[in-house]
């Protein structure tokens, strides 16, 4: 897979210029999310779907805190690399641990797609989403909006070894802004550990690993923090996302009980 060159998203172009000027499009080139100013997005049943709309893309050059390289792998899959993908892409949520939610298209995990995720925070729902920025038959990546926890990419693979197939999710990120900055020191980021683990170990059995074994590797990048993007905070999904759920009938109805 070709790396992410852009906060936009948008593929570098590779190779010489033609007579006219302009540099062939690369052979990958389908396999790539259009450029995209801002998210638009369809309602979908099970999640939300807020804090998403409207939103621009954001990598870790938009990001606030420090930057993590995080991955997290399970090796001798008992099946081939596009096998593994295939069936990660069509059950992609069943994977996660109970009270998140993954809501793409029904027509699976294509370039351009935009899913929206409902995810358990504090006892909470923050609701946001990702953009589907590339994806072949042996990978994936996702890439976040403002007003995600995260400014990043997470990416999903499968390769070949000589004891079967391994697969994958790496990401490298930073969070948003400095309020999800405080919230991974005071115990995020061992929150998100247990996910990762939880979802890689599920896959695994999902793919016939009979004792799927999570390997981690956690690198910080840089540990310097970008605090001219602590605006970012406006967009925090998570203030929003309560915001949302006390302002909703349900929400009103339940402090009137309380009361």
């Known amino acids: 897979m070709t790396n992410p060159d852009g906060a936009d998203g948008a593929p570098l172009e590779l190779g010489s210029a033609g007579a006219g000027g302009v540099a062939p499009a690369p052979r990958d080139a389908p396999n790539w999310a259009a450029k995209v100013e801002r998210l638009e997005v369809e309602s979908r049943e099970g999640v939300r779907g807020t804090n998403v709309a409207g939103r621009r893309l954001t990598g870790p050059v938009q990001g606030f805190g420090k930057m993590w390289q995080k991955t997290y792998a399970v090796a001798r899959i ?3 690399p596009e096998q593994a993908i295939a069936e990660w892409k069509a059950h992609f949520a069943e994977f996660w641990p109970k009270g998140n939610r993954f809501a793409g298209p029904i027509t699976g995990i294509s370039p351009g797609d935009v899913a929206l995720l409902d995810l358990s925070i504090g006892g909470s729902t923050l609701s946001t989403g990702v953009l589907v920025l ?8 996702f890439m976040t909006p403002q007003g995600h926890m995260f400014g990043g990419w997470i990416t999903f693979s499968a390769d070949s070894g000589e004891d079967g197939t391994t697969v994958q999710a790496q990401m490298l990120l930073r969070s948003s802004d400095p ?7 005071l115990g995020g980021h061992r929150k998100e550990d247990r996910f990762w683990q939880q979802t890689l170990t ?24 970008q605090w001219r993007n602590w605006r970012n905070l406006w967009y925090n999904a ?8 006390l302002s909703s009938p ?9 009361r």
């Open 134 to 141: 590339y994806a072949d038959e042996r990978s994936f990546t």
């Open 179 to 185: 309020v999800y900055e405080v919230a991974l020191a």
């Open 250 to 258: 349900a929400g009103r109805r339940r402090r009137a009980a309380e």
């Open 202 to 225: 599920a896959l695994g059995r999902h793919l016939g690993a009979e004792r799927p074994e999570v390997e981690r590797r956690i690198v910080c990048v840089d540990a310097h923090r």
């Open 238 to 245: 998570a203030a929003r996302s309560l915001g949302q759920t």
């Open 78 to 80: 008992p099946v081939a």
